[in-house]
């Protein structure tokens, strides 16, 4: 069956850091991928997406590039800021509304 | 921007009782989602939902779970007798549906139920 791997955390960083948390992942067919990410006491948020193999998704300064080739979906940012800290969670998912498989999510934190 | 909503932000309940939590997804939204997370660990696919029927369920959702759409906007998970071990933050999420597209589901805020 598919299955998302995420690097262990929790991961702590000054701010201004460069970040990078670690996505593989195995799957049957060609999945979608995706970073969500949740703030303490909130929800999941989507972050990025990619939808096919190289695609780059990217938002708010979070990049993350769809590998085919590694199976990796890897999050990075050149700097992070405080309000960065959350718990980030790489998904994958299919076409026709299937459903979507999660990591463990990786805790960040960014210090002052 | 559209957005998935539940009710309520939190439930305590006893060992034993009923429990209903309550979801307004997307108003053009076809497909429907239950996922849990217990605290600390990751998110988990409960059901999907399409056309008033189950689409796909988790070994997870066993006979105490049952899902309804009651009417044109609400979807609801009912746990018929709650165990502590359902002490979790459920999230519903919902899909537009478009045969043939690469979805993104969209999160509601999640239900944080305690179970004592």
């Known amino acids: 069956g598919d299955s998302v791997t995420q690097m262990e955390g929790p991961v702590t960083l000054s701010e201004e850091a460069f970040l990078t948390i670690n996505c593989t992942y195995t799957?049957?067919?060609?999945?979608?991928l995706f970073w969500y990410v949740q703030y303490p006491g909130e929800g999941l948020q989507l972050l990025l997406k990619?939808?096919?193999?190289?695609d780059k998704g990217s938002n708010k300064g979070f990049e993350a590039t769809y590998r085919k080739e590694t199976t990796s979906f890897h999050l990075e940012k050149g700097s992070v800021q405080v309000s960065d800290s959350a718990v980030y969670f790489c998904?994958?998912?299919?076409?026709?509304?299937?459903?979507?498989?999660f990591g463990d999510g990786t805790t960040l934190t960014v210090k002052p | 921007e559209p957005e998935v909503t539940q009710t309520p932000s939190h439930q305590v309940t006893q060992m034993g009782q009923e429990v209903i939590l309550r979801c307004v997804p997307i108003?053009?939204?076809?497909?429907f989602y239950w996922y849990r997370q217990i605290l600390g660990q990751k998110v988990e696919f409960l059901v999907s939902?399409?056309?008033?029927?189950?689409?796909?369920k988790s070994e997870i959702f066993d006979d105490q779970f049952s899902v309804e759409r009651p009417d044109g906007s609400n979807f609801t998970l009912k746990i018929r007798s709650t165990k502590l071990e359902d002490s979790a933050m459920y999230f519903c999420?919902?899909?537009?549906?478009?045969?043939?597209?690469?979805?993104?589901?969209?999160f509601g805020p999640g239900t944080r139920l305690l179970v004592l």
């Open positions: 999420a919902s899909t537009l549906g478009l045969a043939g597209l690469q979805e993104t589901q969209y």
């Open positions: 799957a049957t067919g060609y999945p979608s």
């Open positions: 990619a939808t096919k193999a190289d």
């Open positions: 998904a994958l998912g299919y076409t026709n509304a299937g459903k979507s498989t």
């Open positions: 108003s053009n939204h076809l497909y």
């Open positions: 939902f399409y056309n008033n029927e189950i689409s796909e």
